[in-house]
């Protein structure tokens, strides 16, 4: 535990000193907050809670690419060779990344939150419990899907392809970006086995409905699930050194990552309520105007 | 004097690919001892420190350090050694400080850092970024890591490799320090100067095979290498007299020196001052160059450490 901890000040002592970092994790979710808010929501003050939820999933996701691209670096350059003949071991690396980028991913949500409080006038603060929850969870499981990834890729070029690649697809048929409901159906159809929906979705209903733990029960045990897994995969996956490539029988263990997502999604859509209470968190915060703005 | 071995190895071999890296590497080093695997690129010496180290699996053959298997002991392994790999990277924005301190808090038993500091004369670069320090420093850097749970046995992968002659230096004096507090130390270069300064016994890789293996002067007696006598006169002498001296096997004439090859080297000078009284004749200059690793290595080879 001791080396955990020593790992994760150090790691956050770096990322703080590399501004890429820093522009990724602090500016570029702040700056979508001014463009959701002020922007998408024209001052209307009701769309404020509902716009936050998206940014707020939208920087929580940002821990896939977080600290986990620095154990690619890491690894590249040969300096987790160097920590191998310590007794630190792989899980406290791993445990490092999540918590050392969780630390990291805190202080941008307060921000948010102060902001959209302070400088956009939101009324309520939604339930904070559930609010803190799912960011906590959302974290630790996107986070831990970005290590399957440094784990699974060989060079830092590859890993910020995948990275791109699924980041988009999170962003933009999670809710995140464009509201769930006015997804095409399709659209919607494959959104419910992803993660991120469930966060996106989790976090409105927490902001705008205030709904409590209780309620978000599926929510959390889809998060939970995705954490436990990706990160039981990634230290199956851990590699220390640069030159011993990812073989074929990993990327295949990193399949299994998606297996809780169709189960979910699988009983979402059996039983549904997720997508009619995303319609009712759009329906109850939007006036007919700025609903037309944001489908514009 | 009796002692046991603190580093074992038996047989190992190791095959990347179509490339066999090992073919049967044996030896063991005693407490205390300095240790060197000498040869060139690519002879396996990497390896086989890799494998001691725990980084690497041998295909066949068996280690041990301090009694331990560097792949089945954990933590208990690794409280025993330090290492310096051969090429040690940390992130280019860590601060010298931060790695010992961070390095340091991994083990039970550790050094301070302000005593790693100073002995490495690092003290004035305790706050810089590892990226910020030259070749040298960053060495020393990596030495001081090395050190940093007092280990009792310790790698060091080329320590002193692309660095210049005085930094070089410098880092011997390191190791020679090392050697008088009872360290047992590993080290493995393609320099025989290091070699020949810093161990106690040395083996000679080439091609994944220990091809000779001794102390430096008994790799020197073994062999057939001569030694080389040059010899400066008053009066010249005809070549065929001195060839008769004992022990010479060779002599050749290079503008006024005459050059005697002796694998007697004592007989030989004693040989040759009778024989010179006798002639009255007078001796100018003598040089004597012993044969080096390198000759012992072409011998054994037919080829320079460094081709």
């Known amino acids: 535990m001791s080396h955990t901890w020593a790992l994760t000040v150090s790691r956050m002592r770096l990322a703080m000193r590399n501004r890429a970092f820093l522009f990724f994790s602090l500016i570029m979710p702040i700056a979508f907050l001014f463009i959701y808010a002020g ?25 896939f690419w977080g600290l986990s691209v620095q154990l690619v670096t890491f690894r590249e350059q040969g ?75 060989n060079t830092m070029q590859e890993t910020q392809i995948i990275n791109q690649i699924i980041w988009f697809v999170f962003l933009f048929i999670s809710g995140a970006t464009i509201p ?7 659209v919607q159809a494959v959104a419910v086995y992803l993660p991120a929906t469930y966060l996106v979705s989790g976090l409105q209903r927490a902001m705008i409905d205030n709904t409590g733990l209780a309620s978000l029960g599926s929510y959390l045990a889809s998060l939970i699930g995705c954490a436990l897994i990706a990160f039981l995969i990634s230290a199956q996956l851990f590699r220390w050194d640069p030159e011993a490539k990812a073989p074929r029988r990993a990327k ?25 209470h995303a319609m009712k968190d759009l329906q109850s915060i939007t006036q007919p105007a700025s609903l037309e703005r944001l489908t514009r | 004097m009796l002692s046991t071995a603190v ?25 205390g001892e300095v240790f060197g695997l000498l040869g060139p690129n690519g002879a396996g010496k990497t390896t086989t420190v890799e494998i001691l180290e725990g980084l690497r699996t041998p295909d066949h053959g068996r280690v041990s350090v301090c009694g331990l298997d560097p792949q089945r002991s954990g933590a208990e392994f690794k409280y025993v050694i330090g290492a310096a790999l051969q090429s040690t990277a940390l992130p280019d924005k860590m601060r010298v400080r931060e790695a010992l301190d961070l390095f340091g808090s991994f083990y039970p038993r550790r050094r301070g850092t302000p005593e790693l ?30 050190l940093v749970n007092d280990p009792r046995v310790v790698f060091l992968d080329e320590p002193t490799a692309g660095l210049d002659p005085q930094v070089r230096r410098e880092i011997y004096g390191i190791i020679e320090e090392l050697k008088k507090e009872k ?7 393609h320099y025989i100067e290091e070699a020949e300064r810093l161990c106690d016994r040395v083996a000679i890789v080439d091609h994944g095979n220990v091809i000779a293996l001794g102390t430096p002067r008994e790799l020197k007696e073994r062999s057939g290498a001569v030694t080389r006598i040059t010899v400066r006169m008053s009066r010249p002498e005809t070549n065929g007299a001195l060839s008769t001296l004992e022990g010479v096997t060779e002599c050749r004439t290079e503008a006024d020196d005459y050059l005697l090859y002796s694998t007697r080297v004592p007989r030989t000078i004693v040989a040759l001052v009778k024989h010179l009284e006798e002639r009255n004749n007078e001796l100018v200059s003598l040089e004597i160059s012993a044969p080096s690793l390198e000759d012992i290595f072409l011998e054994l080879t037919g080829r320079r450490l460094r081709d």
């Open chain 1, 79 to 153: 300096i987790l060779r160097r920590f191998r003949i310590t007794p630190a071991g792989a899980s406290a690396m791993l445990a490092s990344s999540l918590i050392s980028n969780y630390f990291m991913t805190l202080p941008t949500i307060v921000i948010e939150f102060f902001l959209a409080r302070w400088v956009f006038h939101m009324s309520g603060l939604g339930n904070l419990t559930s609010v803190f929850v799912l960011v906590t969870l959302g974290t630790i499981s996107f986070a831990s899907l970005g290590l399957i990834v440094a784990s699974v890729t």
């Open chain 2, 183 to 189: 360290k047992t130390i590993l080290l493995t270069t």
């Open chain 2, 7 to 31: 580093i074992e190895v038996e047989n190992l071999t190791k095959r990347y690919g179509d490339v066999e890296a090992l073919r049967g590497v044996s030896f063991s080093v005693s407490e």
């Open chain 1, 252 to 276: 295949l263990w990193a399949l299994f990552a998606i297996i809780p997502f169709l189960l979910l999604g699988a009983w979402e859509t059996a039983n549904g309520s997720l997508r009619s």
């Open chain 2, 117 to 146: 500091l100073k002995r490495f004369g690092l003290e004035e670069k305790r706050h810089a970024f590892y990226a910020q320090l030259s070749g040298g420093q960053k060495q020393r850097l990596a030495l001081a890591m090395a």
């Open chain 1, 180 to 186: 769930f409901p006015i997804l095409p159906n399709i």
């Open chain 1, 39 to 63: 922007i998408f929501g024209g001052g209307n003050r009701q769309a404020v809670p509902y716009l936050l939820a998206e940014v707020l999933a939208l920087t929580v996701m940002g821990s």
